[in-house]
């Protein structure tokens, strides 16, 4: 099953002594646990990706401002690959911490665990990296202070993240490249596929009004907002292409209607 856990973690985890003997804490490290309500879930009780999302965007922000100093902004947050799902009832603990900062740009790593209270079982539910940027202010853009990696795992993050940063500002570039470059499948080779869906139909599009309970306390929109309306879209769009389409037609009217009560 999806949400048994297949990477138990120990529940306390270990502190980090240092050579000297000092007991050390980052301090750009944010932890935030949230028990899953039924508001929480999608239509099939299991926590929504959109809210997950969210929430792990206002903790990294928190960690991200904690090094800073002053306001930050998500600029972008990595693949991420949900390994499990998460029930009502059950915790979500998310931990987040600055690997490193580079001119007004830092990344921040993401730890997402689930925890069954009844249990005391503790499993790992996805990793992130997100990159946070320093708001300009009237003087121009910040210089952020560096990050001094302490323990080895640290040391491990600081460099990877290095390296992930490059791959990431190239990204952007090779998939241009990619547009560019490759022929579209024939209709042909796509009626190969028996039951295909025409593409249109999977089309979704929501619109949405910014109102507060969407903004963060800069009194901006926030980004794990934007990423839940989106996931939210891509959530119907990929029922489109199931044969039972007369139900996620009902989905979206529901979603439609929504929106109206908003307004
Ligand atoms: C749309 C929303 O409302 S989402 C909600 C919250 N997020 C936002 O509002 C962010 C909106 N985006 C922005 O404001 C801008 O695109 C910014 C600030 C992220 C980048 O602006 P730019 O004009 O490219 O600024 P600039 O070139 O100075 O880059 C600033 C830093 O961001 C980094 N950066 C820019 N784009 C990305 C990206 N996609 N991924 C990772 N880092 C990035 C740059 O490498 C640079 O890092 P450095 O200062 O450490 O060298």
């Given at each position: 099953?999806?949400?048994?856990?297949?990477?138990?973690?120990?529940?306390?985890e270990?502190?980090f002594?240092?050579?000297?003997?000092e007991?050390?804490?980052n301090?750009?490290?944010i932890?935030?646990s949230?028990?899953?309500?039924?508001?929480?879930?999608?239509?099939?009780?299991?926590?929504?990706?959109?809210q997950?999302?969210?929430?792990?965007?206002s903790?990294?922000?928190?960690?991200?401002?904690?090094?800073?100093?002053?306001?930050?902004?998500?600029?972008?947050?990595?693949?991420?690959?949900?390994?499990?799902?998460?029930?009502?009832?059950q915790?979500?603990?998310?931990?987040?911490?600055?690997?490193?900062?580079?001119?007004?740009s830092?990344?921040?790593?993401?730890?997402?665990?689930?925890?069954?209270?009844?249990?005391?079982?503790?499993?790992k539910?996805?990793?992130?990296?997100?990159?946070?940027?320093a708001?300009?202010?009237?003087a121009?853009?910040?210089?952020?202070?560096?990050?001094?990696?302490?323990?080895?795992?640290?040391?491990m993050e600081?460099?990877?993240?290095?390296?992930?940063?490059?791959?990431?500002?190239?990204?952007?570039?090779?998939?241009?490249d990619?547009?560019?470059?490759?022929?579209?499948?024939?209709?042909?080779?796509?009626?190969?596929?028996?039951?295909?869906?025409?593409?249109?139909?999977?089309?979704?599009?929501?619109v949405?009004?910014?109102?507060?309970?969407?903004?963060?306390?800069?009194?901006?929109?926030?980004?794990?907002?934007?990423?839940?309306?989106?996931?939210?879209?891509?959530?119907?769009?990929?029922?489109?292409?199931?044969?039972?389409?007369?139900?996620?037609?009902?989905?979206?009217?529901?979603?439609?209607?929504?929106f109206?009560i908003?307004v």
């Amino acid at each position: 099953m999806a949400n048994e856990p297949r990477d138990p973690m120990p529940l306390e985890e270990p502190m980090f002594i240092l050579g000297n003997g000092e007991v050390y804490r980052n301090q750009t490290e944010i932890k935030m646990s949230q028990i899953v309500l039924p508001c929480h879930a999608n239509y099939c009780g299991e926590l929504s990706a959109g809210q997950l999302l969210k929430w792990m965007d206002s903790t990294a922000c928190l960690s991200a401002e904690r090094h800073a100093g002053c306001s930050c902004i998500t600029a972008s947050v990595d693949d991420i690959h949900f390994e499990t799902t998460i029930g009502v009832g059950q915790v979500v603990n998310i931990t987040a911490k600055v690997n490193r900062a580079f001119t007004s740009s830092m990344e921040v790593g993401i730890l997402v665990s689930c925890e069954d209270l009844f249990s005391d079982r503790q499993w790992k539910v996805c990793h992130a990296f997100a990159t946070f940027v320093a708001r300009r202010t009237e003087a121009g853009k910040v210089q952020l202070k560096q990050v001094i990696p302490r323990t080895q795992a640290e040391q491990m993050e600081y460099s990877l993240a290095a390296e992930r940063r490059r791959m990431r500002l190239i990204h952007a570039e090779i998939i241009n490249d990619l547009l560019s470059s490759c022929s579209s499948q024939t209709v042909s080779e796509c009626l190969d596929y028996q039951e295909a869906v025409p593409a249109e139909r999977t089309r979704v599009e929501s619109v949405e009004l910014v109102l507060p309970p969407h903004a963060n306390h800069q009194v901006s929109t926030f980004g794990g907002q934007i990423m839940a309306w989106m996931e939210n879209v891509a959530t119907i769009s990929a029922r489109c292409t199931y044969k039972k389409y007369n139900i996620y037609k009902m989905y979206i009217f529901l979603i439609l209607d929504l929106f109206i009560i908003f307004v």
